[in-house]
């Protein structure tokens, strides 16, 4: 008894599992798993598919296509803050997930996160799965997609960026004491540079923070990222015009 040959359907109460795991668990198909554009993921772009894959167990396998991770989400997963966007965009490029809508930053009131699609999960209240990973056939494609998404940063994105951090220096400067203007008597201190409990001063905030009203809370319009287009677009997308610079014959890699 005990051995591996005792039929343990005989024993009475006996109940069958299904399968050896009981708990939440994701499916791979060996063939993605094999394929030239899996081999070509970086790791921060494998931590994004699978910080997805993650909230999708979450949703009970449901809403693939409406699944919200945050930029704080990824980095709690290990992914540098810096590198989140590109990873997104190489995961996107070579066909593992689909940036379904796009998120907006600013306050936490008007912040929303990006919505999600994996290409190769099957979940139960959205469409079948379409991966577009198999479009990809050479490693020489899926390495040239995947360098190219990578660099291909939203212009727009960086300007917006840029003008951020312009205004957060500017509001630090005018936040700054003037030297000159500390009043001379330091028992009647100004009203507005009383010190708080934390120890630092409290300044009047500038005109144009304290009587600007923050734009209202807008839907995003839904995003048709590079893996909703066929391979040679794809390429066309990313400014990939030439394949001869990857020693490719034909665009996306085909023979």
């Known amino acids: 008894m005990g051995g591996k040959d005792h039929d343990t359907r005989a024993i009475p109460g006996f109940i069958k599992r299904r399968n050896r795991i009981n708990e939440g668990f994701s499916a791979r198909r060996i063939s993605m ?74 306050n936490a009131e008007y912040r929303q996160p990006n919505l999600f699609f994996l290409t190769f999960a099957n979940s139960k209240s959205s469409k079948a799965p379409t991966h577009d990973w198999r479009n990809i056939k050479t490693a020489e494609a899926a390495g040239a997609l995947a360098k190219a998404a990578r660099a291909n940063k939203n212009l727009q994105a960086v300007a917006i960026g840029a003008r951020k951090k312009f205004r957060n220096r500017v509001h630090k400067v005018a936040l700054k004491p003037d030297p000159q203007s500390v009043p001379e008597n330091h028992k009647s201190p100004d009203p507005q540079s009383v010190p708080t409990r934390s120890g630092h001063k409290v300044y009047p905030l500038s005109i144009s923070r304290a009587g600007a009203r923050y734009p209202e809370a807008r839907s995003t319009q839904p995003y048709a990222g590079y893996s909703s287009l066929p391979i040679e677009l794809r390429f066309l997308a990313l400014g990939l015009t030439s394949a001869k610079n990857f020693g490719l014959e034909k665009i996306g890699g085909a023979a």
């Not at 494998?46 to 809403?63: A, K």
């Not at 990824?74 to 995961?91: L, M, Q, T």
């Open 33 to 106: 798993l094999e394929s030239p554009a899996y081999r070509a993921l970086s790791l921060a772009a494998h931590r994004v598919i699978s910080r997805i894959e993650i909230e999708l167990g979450r949703h009970g396998g449901n809403d693939n296509g409406r699944l919200p991770v945050t930029k704080q989400d990824f980095v709690e997963y290990g992914i540098h803050k810096d590198g989140i966007a590109a990873a997104i965009r190489e995961a996107e490029a070579l066909g593992f997930i689909r940036v379904t809508e796009r998120g907006r930053g600013g």
